[in-house]
Every structure is written in C-alpha cells, then in structure tokens.
C-alpha cells in the first residue's frame, strides 16, 4: 500500500479542482501538504482545513508561480515551516482561449508564464533542495491538449506541450540524485472550468472519450500519489495520460 507518512508536498494552484485533490490524497496518505494559491485564500483555507482533519500538517500559501522571486521566497518558507519538501506537484495553470487569428499577445503570454514558467520557477526553486537531499518528487500536469493539440487554445497547447519537455529534461539532469520527474496529461476531467463550458463543449468532449465518461479529481489525485511513492522509484520521465482513452 502506498505510504507517504511524514513527506511533505508542495502542491501549486491546489485550493480547488485537481490541485486540491491531489492535495487531499496525498495527505490521505500521510503527507504534510502546502496549499499554494493565486488568488482565492478563503478556498485555500478550506482545503487546509479539509488537511487538518486528516491528521497531518497543512499551510496556504498565496504565491504567483510565474515570478521567480515569488516562487523562491515561497520554498524559502515553506522548507523553514515543514523542514524540507520531498514531492512538487506543479498544478498551477490559467486558460486563456480564442482563435491565434484573434489571440491577444498578452493572453498568450499569461499562459505561458503561469502554466509553462511557472512550473520551471518552482522546479528552479526546489533543484537544490531536492540535490542535496538526494531524493524526491516532482510530478508535473501537462493535458491531452498539449499531446493533441486544440482549436482555439494554440497558447495551452504550447504551454502544457512545453511542460513534458521540460520534465523529460529535468528527468535526465536529476535521475542520477535518485530524483524522479513525470507529467500527468489529464483529459476532461469535471472542474469548475469545465462545468462552465457550453453543453454542446459538453456533449462532443464526451463523444471523444471511449469510456464515455467525464473523468474526476480523483483520477489524477490516484496518479500522481502513486508517482509521488516509493512504488514508482524507477519511474522517470513518463508522461501518463489519465484520459478514458480520449488520446489514443
């Protein structure tokens, strides 16, 4: 059985949706959990609380991962209040969609900053750590989209493809530090952002997914808990796509 007693997780945009469920089972499993947010600290104080109840530490944690400083004195404090961080989970994304014929250029930006970089700044911020520690996890979440591609979202696409560039590359520089990297490509999974999409959205997502039916937090949560174990030690620079066969 998995066990993650007294590990602790850092885990970026985890005050709703995937990000707090992954929060939530990795603390199910005995991790300490920092819940990092961008602007919703009352949701972010909910999911500490939900921590709490497990048994184990939990913090918020309002960070913009798309600055480096930012993402810097953001493991400078978290490694002072839990002693250490032993698995990142880079969650942290924004949708800004619209045809590349009437994209904004900062709308494309905002993406990849907070998506793409921001999963960088905190890998950045935590390289060392996690060298002189001669272990840990890093657990990256790309998308479908970024293997697929899709209409009308050219800068997620970019940004979740960058992503599993980024961790096969990562993978190779900290794989000899007994330091894994692996990127979950999640589908369409049900989240407040998805719930929001007109039925017709809806409806033709659902049609693409051969299991007919709309994945949950929980899904990715299960994922990334047993990458962040000891049962996949000798798992690095994987890309799991958790998508009901949407991308096959």
């Known amino acids: 059985m998995m066990d993650l007693n007294g590990k602790n997780a850092v885990v970026t945009g985890s005050s709703r949706g995937i990000g707090k ?33 497990l048994g184990v530490k939990a913090k918020a944690y309002s960070c913009d991962v798309s600055s480096l400083n930012d993402a810097k004195n953001l493991v400078i404090e978290v490694i002072a209040d839990f002693g250490g961080i032993d698995i990142l989970v880079n969650n942290a994304g924004v949708v800004k969609d619209g045809l590349v ?27 060392q ?10 657990i990256n979440i790309s998308s479908v989209v ?18 599993i560039g980024l961790t096969k590359s990562v993978a190779k520089e900290l794989a000899a530090r007994n330091i894994t990297v692996n990127a979950i490509a999640p589908g369409y999974i049900e989240t407040d952002m998805t719930n929001s999409m007109p039925e017709k959205a809806k409806e033709a997502a659902l049609a693409a997914i051969p299991m007919k039916r709309i994945g949950q937090g929980e899904d990715i949560a299960n994922t990334a808990a047993f990458l962040a174990s000891d049962e996949a030690s000798y798992i690095t620079g994987e890309v799991i796509k958790v998508d009901g066969g949407m991308a096959i």
């Open 21 to 53: 469920a992954i929060a939530l089972k990795l603390a199910s499993l005995g991790a300490n959990v920092a819940v990092v947010y961008a602007g919703n600290r009352e949701k972010a104080n909910e999911t500490v609380a939900e921590i709490e109840k």
């Open 101 to 127: 014929l009437s994209m904004k250029e900062e709308d494309f930006d905002r993406v990849i900053n907070v998506n793409l970089k921001g999963s960088f700044n905190m890998i950045k911020s935590t390289y």
């Open 129 to 138: 750590h996690f060298m002189k520690k001669r272990r840990g996890r890093i």
């Open 146 to 163: 970024g293997i697929n591609g899709n209409a009308g979202q050219a800068n997620y696409a970019s940004a979740k493809a960058g992503i």
